[in-house]
């Protein structure tokens, strides 16, 4: 099974400040990763799939980036409603599909 | 419009059983690879189990397999995970999930029903 690392747990970010989130695999999983986005009480909404590719109506301060075992989420100017849990998945090696414990963005 | 809808939640005792429900709307839902994903309170998203487009091939975690089926009913275009034998640890948030595009990422969720295993 691959276990995917994300870090940091907790981050503390000011609205307009760049946000930069990893997830780190425990073996190569090529471009195969996606990043989810989930606000309390709501369920998880696709951001970013395959390491890079933004996802239908998503904007274009979210970037994803990265291969093989390390990656990277970045938020180029936090809006309020940016602050929320975020969360990598891989579909590299399945089943199963593995997703990492979350980084929540929280508001300085 | 897309939809997913899980119903069928709710408050079970340890080594009872529970049958949830995932209607979809909008799109054929024997056309595309089913999932199943739950979260318990305060964790990250758990896949669960899977059901193929056509064959209908299903696969489970470790953690749930020989307890928990998952099927579908293509006349309802409806997905279902009868579970059984529940535990105290099977208490989350169940989720009904799909790949509708090429992003090969679970692009669709419905909102999800709490499953509850307590005495």
């Known amino acids: 099974e691959i276990v995917l690392t994300q870090s940091p747990a907790t981050l503390s970010l000011s609205p307009g400040e760049r946000a930069t989130l990893s997830c780190r695999t425990s073996q190569s999983i090529s471009s195969n990763l996606a990043w989810y986005q989930q606000k309390p009480g709501q369920a998880p909404r696709l951001l970013i799939y395959e390491s890079s590719n933004r996802a239908t109506g998503i904007p274009d301060r979210f970037s994803g980036s990265g291969s093989g075992t390390d990656f990277t989420l970045t938020i180029s100017s936090l809006e309020p409603e940016d602050f929320a849990v975020y969360y990598c998945?891989?579909?590299?090696?399945?089943?199963?599909?593995?997703f990492g414990q979350g980084t929540k963005l929280e508001i300085k | 419009e897309v939809q997913l809808v899980e119903s069928g939640g709710g408050l079970v005792k340890p080594g009872g059983s529970l049958r949830l429900s995932c209607a979809a709307s909008?799109?054929?839902?024997?056309?595309?690879?089913m999932k199943w994903v739950r979260q318990a309170p305060g964790k990250g998203p758990e896949w669960v189990s899977s059901i193929t487009s056509g064959s209908g091939t299903v696969y489970y975690a470790d953690s749930v397999k020989g307890r928990f089926t998952i099927s579908r009913d293509n006349a309802k275009n409806s997905l279902y995970l009868q579970m059984n034998s529940l535990r105290a640890e099977d208490t989350a948030v169940y989720y009904c999930?799909?790949?509708?595009?090429?992003?090969?990422?679970?692009?669709?969720w419905g909102q999800g029903t709490m499953v509850t295993v307590s005495s």
């Open positions: 999930a799909t790949t509708l595009t090429v992003t090969n990422a679970f692009d669709i």
């Open positions: 909008g799109f054929t839902l024997s056309s595309y690879s």
């Open positions: 998945q891989q579909r590299r090696n399945w089943p199963p599909y593995t």
